[in-house]
């Protein structure tokens, strides 16, 4: 049975069980942010690499974490902040160095020995790279991770409203590229 | 679960061929991957715990930028000052002893002229300022010739030099040897 947050909270707060809260907290939520990150970064290697940079970051703000908000919007708060950068950063680099500028999303999946995905489950992933980065982060809340909307208005500290817009324009946009073939 | 349905049910009325998609998404993670992360990133905040002094981590002093502007200011200053700064001359040791050698060269001429003025055996110590004047004339002619003459031949016999200097009769001969030269008319044809 999996610890309450509540739980894990406590043992982070009292610093001689902090580390074992940490753990806690690690065993509960790594897998759910690898795969969040991994969606947005797409290779096994940069994920692992973000993950362990997300959760060190987590360790050091732990004393900022005041419970006013839900632990796992704050974890996924941090992570989506971490991933933008790291792709912002990765689009800059292959502007300068012109390196992989033509690979799409279907070839670079391809090629990555951590992808097994059949063609339909391909096309999907070609479909949501299309889409604008703030319409593939809600979608990929929404349709993977199954977010209500109020807790992905605190993560992307966007309105509930806003939000539905967000999913209802991405999902349209990918019906129609699957549909066409 | 309910939330789960909500969003079907989202799906079905915006999507309907994509609500029937499988969510499974191809991706994979290495064998043994989700333990091996668990160790990494609890490896990770070990090290971080561990508080490494600032210039361990920068490679460079604590501090070091904050006194960095002071520090290039003081040697700004410390530039002005020495072009505004007047000339100090510098004395060497000649300079130094310049004046009391030529009190002293002036003692040593004084001490000889009384010494072979006054002293028994030399001029009477009644000589007038003249005899004193035309004494020193002769000390100078003659009697550093014969002192000269001596050191050489000490000097000669010491073996710290080879030859003796000439006498003056060894440069009349030299001068007819060279004359006896420039009249050879063959050397002089020859070099013509």
């Known amino acids: 049975m999996a610890v309450s947050d509540d739980a894990i909270i406590a043992l982070l707060q009292d610093e001689t ?96 020995p951590f992808f097994e995905g059949n063609a339909i489950q391909l096309k999907l992933k070609s479909a949501i790279e299309r889409l604008p980065e703030k319409q593939r982060l809600v979608f990929n809340m929404r349709y993977y991770d199954e977010m209500k909307y109020d807790e992905m208005s605190e993560v992307l500290d966007t309105s509930v409203g806003a939000l539905k817009a967000s999913y209802h324009h991405a999902v349209k946009k990918i019906e129609e590229y699957l549909k066409a073939g | 679960m309910k939330t789960e349905n909500n969003i079907l049910i989202e799906l079905q009325n915006l999507a309907p061929t994509l609500s029937k998609l499988s969510k499974a998404e191809g991706y994979t993670v290495p064998e043994g991957y989700w333990q091996r992360l668990h160790e990494d990133i609890l490896t990770e905040i070990e090290i971080e715990e561990i508080e490494l002094p600032e210039s361990a981590v920068s490679g460079i002093p604590e501090g070091y930028f904050e006194s960095f502007n002071s520090k290039v200011f003081d040697k700004i200053d410390a530039i002005d000052a020495e072009d505004t700064a007047p000339e100090v001359k ?103």
């Open chain 1, 17 to 112: 069980h902090k580390r074992k809260g940490f753990e806690l907290l690690l065993d509960k939520y790594k897998e759910r942010l690898y795969w969040h990150v991994r969606r947005m970064v797409h290779s096994h290697e940069d994920t692992d690499d973000l993950l362990q940079e997300i959760f060190v970051k987590v360790w050091r703000n732990l004393g900022k974490f005041r419970g006013d908000s839900k632990l796992y919007t704050w974890l996924y708060r941090i992570a989506t902040n971490e991933s933008i950068t790291f792709i912002n950063r990765n689009k800059r680099m292959t502007v300068v160095g012109m390196e992989q500028g033509d690979m799409n999303i279907e070839e670079t999946l391809e090629a990555d």
């Open chain 2, 90 to 192: 510098v004395y060497t040791l000649v300079d130094k002893l310049k004046p009391l050698m030529g009190v002293a060269a002036s003692l040593l001429l004084v001490g000889m002229v009384m010494y072979n003025v006054f002293v028994p055996g030399g001029q009477s110590s009644s000589a007038t300022l003249s005899d004193f004047v035309s004494s020193a004339e002769v000390f100078d002619a003659t009697e550093l010739a014969v002192l000269d003459g001596d050191i050489d031949a000490i000097l000669f016999e010491e073996g710290v030099v080879e030859t003796l200097a000439l006498e003056e009769e060894s440069f009349d001969e030299m001068d007819d040897m060279l004359e006896g030269i420039f009249e050879d008319e063959e050397l002089n044809e020859l070099l013509s």
